[in-house]
């Protein structure tokens, strides 16, 4: 006992299960999966030369990062703007449209491609409202195009961006802009010399993440797009399906892999360091690279500084007349924002009620018949029940392992925590056909192909990094002097956990394993991969329907995945509401 008492003082001990998955699930596989793509033992770059020999590769290629660098930009230009103003309303306002953020992001990925599938197809919603007005003749060609592919990744990734810029900007203190504004510095002036720079740090991690998240996608491409618009990911996975040749496949999921870790590595995704640190090293990084051209724009303000005292010195007193119109612009951008954002997932909740004989808007009648449908079809509740046994494995697994995992991550040195975070973090920050890839690599080695244990393993590398960053979020918030007061009274290391720590950070660790379950649950790209056609889970079971063909059925199960969502804000805030009360009188 006393052995096993030194052992958990000792950090690196606490981080070794989540590590040793990590590696057996993923580190190792990757290792064996990049000598497999450059023919060991004999070691030649054939695979790598054949690839980039191939035109159409290329072209998919270059495809790929440029549809990805797009909807970055897209989500960018209306991503920042909607934080800032979200940032800027009122507390009630505020938390009502982050709630309104959170929902689509907790909601299926595939449940909104359908919604998209169902809105602009040829029979769809746009175009049976500009027939029936009579403004079209024949049906827009508003579906399996690039422009479709846009909406659809835009409409998935844009909370994505938009939560590591209100993190951020809810950071930066106001007063600042507050002291400019009383130095005679316009709004705009305010904002681009004081605002801006310090929300660098969440524009970095925004795009990063979207970018790198962009270049795996597979189903919204898929589904959305022609045969114009297919991406990198697609022609890996229907090479892990077609040829039992992996080397060509692994060369082309490593291109990918480069693309990415290049990108990491240039910019930088800091998750594990402080706020500070990051804007500050933001700063730097930016002052460096604009040197002249900030020289130059210094220079030529400073031409025109006695105009702007002038002008500063007759508007003091003026009424602010524009301010009334800004207002009214930035409430109708936010509600435009939150309307793409909820839109369709109302259309599916909606549609899923109709009493017609196919799927309709608005329905003509009302009627359960779809969700009599889904729970009368053995095919659909067999996969609902898959996946509700594996969610619910995966968070029991992923929340111990990685609770441990963030409480010993917390007791490190700052630089052995960042390595170790990034670490941890790699299945979920690095493209998902890869990690998918490397995975399938693994449980073939360990002869867990299309079990339910290797897809709780392949599902639990993903969900653990996602218990870690929000437990570390609950720790860094921790008071240490607590524990401290505990071992003074002679308290053993475990007794001071389960007393004093496990009370004060379980709502961070019940929001890992809500989070741990949606992730699984919803996962769809390495479930495809490794479950080898032997189980059917219920996103494989919506892919199929959606790429074959489109049956009323998945409209009820659509809309009970999209109001699943508000049950998980419920259960977290509910534990949020507990935990404040219990600490109250502390």
């Known amino acids: 006992m006393?052995?096993?008492?030194?052992?958990?003082?000792?950090?690196?001990?606490?981080?070794?299960?989540?590590?040793?998955?990590?590696l057996a699930v993923l580190g190792i596989p990757v290792v064996q999966l990049f000598l497999t793509s450059l023919n060991a033992p004999a070691f030649s770059l054939s695979n790598y030369q054949g690839f980039f020999e191939q035109t159409s590769n290329v072209r998919v290629l270059f495809q790929t990062i440029k549809i990805s660098?797009?909807?970055?930009?897209?989500?960018?230009?209306?991503?920042?703007?909607?934080?800032?103003?979200?940032?800027?309303?009122?507390?009630?306002?505020?938390?009502?449209?982050?709630?309104?953020?959170?929902?689509?992001?907790?909601?299926?990925?595939?449940?909104r491609t359908y919604a998209w599938v169902v809105i602009l197809g040829d029979h769809g919603l746009i175009n049976n409202l500009l027939l029936n007005l009579g403004l079209i003749s024949s049906p827009l060609p508003l579906i399996y195009n690039?422009?479709?592919?846009?909406?659809?990744?835009v409409h998935i990734m844009l909370p994505i961006m938009i939560l590591p810029l209100l993190s951020v900007m809810q950071g930066i203190d106001t007063s600042l802009v507050a002291a400019a504004r009383s130095m005679g510095a316009r709004p705009f002036t305010a904002f681009q010399r004081v605002f801006l720079p310090l929300s660098l740090p969440g524009v970095r991690s925004g795009s990063l993440l979207v970018f790198v998240v962009c270049l795996g996608f597979y189903v919204t491409p898929q589904?959305?797009?022609?045969?114009?618009?297919?991406?990198?990911?697609?022609?890996?996975?229907?090479?892990?399906?077609?040829?039992?040749?992996?080397?060509?496949?692994?060369?082309?999921?490593?291109?990918?892999?480069?693309?990415?870790?290049?990108?990491?590595s240039m910019?930088?995704?800091?998750?594990?360091?402080?706020?500070?640190?990051?804007?500050?090293?933001?700063?730097?990084?930016?002052?460096?690279?604009?040197?002249?051209?900030?020289?130059?724009?210094?220079?030529?303000?400073?031409?025109a500084a006695p105009y702007r005292a002038k002008r500063w010195t007759v508007q003091l007193y003026s009424a602010g007349s524009a301010s009334r119109l800004s207002t009214i612009a930035g409430a109708v951008f936010v509600i435009l924002v939150v309307a793409y954002l909820?839109?369709?997932?109302?259309?599916?909740?909606?549609?899923?009620?109709?009493?017609?004989?196919?799927?309709?808007?608005?329905?003509?009648?009302?009627?359960?018949?779809?969700?009599?449908?889904?729970?009368?079809?053995?095919?659909?509740?067999?996969?609902?029940?898959?996946s509700i046994q594996i969610a619910v494995a995966v968070a029991i697994l992923s929340t111990i392992i990685g609770t441990v995992a963030a409480y010993g991550i917390n007791r490190t040195s700052p630089r052995v925590r960042a390595v170790q975070t990034m670490a941890i973090l790699a299945p979920i920050t690095l493209p998902v056909v890869v990690v998918g890839i490397a995975t399938y690599f693994g449980l073939l080695k360990l002869g867990l192909m299309g079990t339910m244990a290797g897809l709780v393993l392949a599902h639990s590398t993903g969900a653990i990094a996602y218990v870690v960053v929000i437990v570390l979020a609950t720790l860094a918030n921790f008071d240490q002097r607590l524990e401290q007061a505990?071992?003074?009274?002679?308290?053993?290391?475990?007794?001071?956990?389960?007393?004093?720590?496990?009370p004060l950070i379980l709502p961070g660790i019940i929001g890992g394993a809500v989070f741990a379950f949606i992730g699984s649950f919803d996962e769809v790209v390495i479930t495809s991969l490794v479950s080898g056609f032997a189980m059917q889970t219920l996103p494989l079971k919506m892919l199929e329907n959606i790429s074959q063909e489109i049956e009323p059925t998945i409209a009820a199960v659509g809309s009970m995945l999209t109001l699943l969502p508000v049950l998980w804000l419920?259960?977290?805030?509910?534990?949020?509401?507990?935990?404040?009360a219990r600490a109250r009188p502390v």
């Open 2 to 22: 006393e052995m096993l008492q030194k052992l958990g003082r000792r950090p690196v001990v606490l981080t070794a299960p989540a590590f040793a998955l990590l």
């Open 69 to 111: 660098v797009v909807t970055t930009a897209i989500c960018l230009i209306i991503g920042y703007p909607t934080a800032y103003l979200i940032v800027t309303a009122s507390k009630h306002v505020r938390v009502a449209l982050i709630v309104l953020v959170l929902i689509p992001w907790l909601t299926s990925g595939l449940v």
């Open 146 to 153: 690039r422009l479709a592919v846009y909406i659809g990744m």
């Open 223 to 264: 589904a959305l797009g022609g045969l114009g618009d297919a991406m990198l990911s697609t022609f890996i996975v229907s090479q892990v399906r077609t040829s039992f040749n992996l080397a060509p496949t692994a060369a082309a999921a490593f291109i990918l892999l480069a693309i990415a870790v290049v990108v990491l």
């Open 267 to 303: 910019f930088g995704l800091d998750v594990s360091g402080s706020h500070s640190r990051a804007a500050q090293a933001t700063q730097k990084s930016w002052s460096s690279r604009v040197h002249s051209f900030a020289a130059l724009t210094r220079f030529l303000k400073d031409l």
């Open 342 to 386: 909820l839109f369709p997932g109302l259309i599916i909740v909606v549609m899923s009620f109709s009493g017609g004989p196919g799927l309709e808007f608005p329905p003509s009648s009302l009627s359960l018949k779809w969700y009599r449908a889904f729970l009368g079809d053995p095919s659909w509740t067999g996969a609902f029940w898959n």
């Open 486 to 502: 505990a071992q003074s009274m002679r308290a053993a290391p475990l007794q001071v956990f389960m007393r004093v720590t496990l």
């Open 570 to 580: 419920i259960i977290l805030y509910a534990t949020w509401w507990r935990s404040k």
